[in-house]
C-alpha cells in the first residue's frame, strides 16, 4: 500500500487526550475515505471528504469527531478527549473519482489507536 | 443482521488445498469487493465485480446478483495466502461500502 500514507501507524493516548490521524491519498486522487474497525467487527464508514469539502459524514460520531482535508496536506482524522471506546484501526481510502462503483479503493495501512 | 454475512468465520487448510469462501448480502448493490487484510492490518483489494467471474492468479471470484451471493476461491492454497479476507458490497442506494466482518485464513505447509 505504497500509495496511500497513514501515519502513524500506531498511536497511544491516555484518556482525554487528543488524537489525530493523518492520511495522504494516491498522487492524483482527490476523494478520501475514512474507515473505523473495531476489535472484531467489520469496518464501517465513518465520513467522505473531497479537497475542502466534507461530502457525507453520516458515519462519523455526533461528538469530539472531526474530519477535514484542506486544499494542501493530509487529510486529517481528529478525535477529541478519548475514551477507551475509541481504540481501534482506523484506515484511509482515496479514489480518483466520485463514485467508488467505478473503480476500486486504495487504503492505506491504518493508523492503530490505543487508549491506556 | 449484519447486511453482508462471510462463511465461515475461520478457515484451517493445508498448504495445495483449494479453498472457498462464502459473501451474502441483503441490500441492492452496484458492486461487490473483495479485499484482503495481512497481519499488521494493511488492506488490499483483489477483485471489484458486478456480475459474472473475474480470475487473478490463483484467486477466482464470482457473484450471482439474482440470487446475492458471492465466492472467492484460491486454488492451491499457500502458506502465503493466509490473511484475512473481507467480503464489501458498495450499497446501491447509500453508494457507500458496507464490510462483512471477515473470514481469517491458515494455509498450514
Known amino acids: 500500500n505504497a500509495g496511500v500514507m497513514q501515519n502513524p501507524r500506531h498511536l497511544v493516548r491516555r484518556r482525554g487526550q487528543e488524537a489525530r490521524l493523518r492520511c495522504s491519498p494516491m498522487?492524483?486522487?482527490?476523494?478520501v475515505y475514512w474507515y473505523r474497525q473495531l476489535p472484531e467487527e467489520g469496518l464501517k464508514f465513518m465520513v467522505y471528504?473531497?479537497?475542502?469539502?466534507?461530502?457525507?459524514e453520516s458515519g462519523m460520531p455526533k461528538e469530539r469527531f472531526s474530519a477535514e482535508f484542506p486544499k494542501e496536506g493530509p487529510s486529517i482524522l481528529r478525535i477529541q478527549q478519548v475514551v477507551r471506546g475509541d481504540s481501534a484501526a482506523y484506515f484511509c481510502?482515496?479514489?480518483?473519482?466520485?463514485?467508488?462503483?467505478?473503480?476500486?479503493?486504495?487504503f492505506g495501512d491504518g493508523t492503530r489507536l490505543s487508549i491506556l | 443482521k449484519n447486511e453482508v454475512e462471510q462463511s465461515p468465520q475461520n478457515l484451517t487448510a493445508q498448504e495445495g488445498e483449494f479453498i472457498t469462501i462464502n459473501c451474502s448480502y441483503s441490500?441492492?448493490?452496484?458492486?461487490l469487493h473483495w479485499l484482503q487484510q495481512h497481519p499488521g492490518g494493511g488492506i488490499v483489494s483483489l477483485f471489484m465485480?458486478?456480475?459474472g467471474k473475474k480470475k487473478h492468479g490463483r484467486l477466482i471470484a464470482t457473484i450471482n446478483i439474482q440470487e446475492k451471493h458471492s465466492s472467492l476461491h484460491i486454488t492451491a492454497s499457500h502458506p502465503r495466502d493466509s490473511a484475512v479476507y473481507i467480503c464489501?458490497?458498495?450499497?446501491?442506494?447509500?453508494?457507500?461500502?458496507?464490510f462483512g466482518t471477515g473470514t481469517r485464513l491458515q494455509v498450514f505447509p
Open positions: 465485480l458486478s456480475s
Open positions: 481510502a482515496s479514489s480518483p473519482l466520485r463514485r467508488i462503483a467505478q473503480g476500486p479503493q486504495h
Open positions: 464489501a458490497v458498495l450499497s446501491y442506494n447509500t453508494d457507500k461500502l458496507i
Open positions: 441490500v441492492g448493490i452496484s458492486a
Open positions: 498522487k492524483g486522487h482527490s476523494h
Open positions: 471528504l473531497q479537497k475542502e469539502n466534507i461530502i457525507d
